[in-house]
């Protein structure tokens, strides 16, 4: 059974990005969205006119901070082969009901992503906007960086994430 990552969020979180689980780069490097071809960082850095990627993890996480958006998975284990949503299995969720206590001030939850957005009926019942935007994955290729970037902006435009 693969183990997740501890939820990045701070009291002062408005917006939380929950992904699916984390990918083999993520788990072997204990970070968020550790593939070098997820477009998490490089949106947050067009979004934010601020180069988060050639910022180590605990610098980006710290800007992340600063913006009050927090990083967090629905699934807190699973089973599965590689990295795809679609190879997970028994998966064990995360208590996303614990959010509002994490975030007193959580405004907005944003699913990254289908696998993510199946649980969208536990964060609707928190009482905070809940979107689903296109995954990040370099499994979604789909989506032009340019498609999710409009997504992404969309979203984050409506809540006070400026630090």
């Known amino acids: 059974m693969l183990q997740g990552l501890a939820p990045v969020i701070a009291a002062d979180t408005r917006l939380v990005i929950l992904g699916s689980f984390p990918g083999a780069a993520s788990l072997a490097a204990q970070q968020y969205y550790g593939h070098p071809r997820n477009n998490l960082w490089p949106l947050l850095s067009a979004l934010w006119n601020e180069d988060l990627v050639a910022l180590d993890y605990a610098q980006r996480l710290a800007a992340l901070e600063r913006h009050r958006v927090g990083l967090w998975d629905v699934y807190r284990s699973c089973e599965r082969e590689g990295s795809l949503d679609s190879a997970i299995r028994v998966p064990v969720p995360n208590d996303l009901a614990r959010l509002s206590q994490l975030a007193p001030r959580l405004q907005a939850v944003a699913h990254n992503g289908g696998e993510s957005a199946r649980v969208r009926r536990i964060t609707d019942q928190l009482g ?36």
């Open 128 to 163: 905070v906007d809940v979107h689903t935007l296109p995954s990040t994955s370099p499994a979604n290729a789909s989506w032009s960086f340019a498609r999710k970037l409009d997504a992404w902006r969309t979203v984050f435009s409506r809540y006070d994430l400026a630090p």
